[in-house]
T-cell receptor, first 113, second 108 residues
Framework: DVKVTQSSRYLVKRTGEKVFLECVQD?????MFWYRQDPGLGLRLIYF???????EKGDIPEGYSVSREKKERFSLILESASTNQTSMYLC????????????FGEGSRLTVL | RKEVEQDPGPFNVPEGATVAFNCTYS??????FFWYRQDCRKEPKLLMS???SGNEDGRFTAQLNRASQYISLLIRDSKLSDSATYLC?????????FGGGTRVLVKP
């Protein structure tokens, strides 16, 4: 059974803190994605990676960075958390090619106080 | 204008009834289309792809209208377990864009 695992389901951080969200997939997928999901706004793409050490900005990259040192792991970093980054963060992976099937992790709900 | 738009609902549906809802997309170069399902407090999962000729998967029927730039999802004989948010997804090249979702509540 395919699996995408996000390290933390719930986090509470303070403004200005550095935050790491980790995502690991066991399907040997080349493509990995970070989305945030907010009520009324749907899923918005933050960053994606087509392969190891590759990264591309999505639609809302400001305030975020990513790291993909290993194929199975894709990390999202908030260098200095702000209250407007309070959200549900979803990691997803996909095999190479133009497939529309993303496999999502269970999500990480981040609250920034 | 959002690239992919959906009526957020909720659509309140009696058990056993049929419900249908649409999703509009703005970019005519969009190539592929999908419906995802997201249960409350869960991650989205692929429900079905949408083919040009329309397609069925059990009680679910998806349609694509390229001329008017919308896709639709119809659920027949609704079950309580169909209660979820249905996300429309449009693909152009390698990029997937999600709609905001349509919430469906099936009630006894």
């Amino acid at each position: 059974d395919v699996k995408v695992t996000q390290s933390s389901r719930y986090l509470v951080k303070r403004t200005g803190e550095k935050v790491f969200l980790e995502c690991v997939q066991d399907m040997d997928h080349e493509n990995m994605f970070w989305y945030r999901q907010d009520p009324g706004l749907g899923l918005r793409l933050i960053y994606f990676s087509y392969d190891v050490k590759m990264k591309e900005k999505g639609d809302i990259p400001e305030g975020y960075s990513v790291s993909r040192e290993k194929k199975e792991r894709f990390s999202l970093i908030l260098e200095s958390a702000s209250t407007n980054q309070t959200s549900m963060y979803l990691c997803a992976s996909r095999r190479q090619g133009n497939t529309g099937e993303l496999f999502f992790g269970e999500g990480s709900r981040l609250t920034v106080l | 204008r959002k690239e992919v738009e959906q009526d957020p609902g909720p659509f309140n549906v009696p058990e056993g009834a049929t419900v249908a809802f649409n999703c509009t997309y703005s970019n005519s170069a969009s190539q592929s289309f999908f419906w995802y399902r997201q249960d409350c407090r869960k991650e989205p999962k692929l429900l079905m792809s949408v083919y040009s000729s329309g397609n069925e998967d059990g009680r679910f029927t998806a349609q694509l209208n390229r001329a008017s730039q919308y896709i639709s999802l119809l659920i027949r004989d609704s079950k309580l377990s169909d209660s979820a948010t249905y996300l429309c997804v449009v693909m152009r090249g390698n990029k997937l864009t999600f709609g905001g979702g349509t919430r469906v509540l099936v009630k006894p």
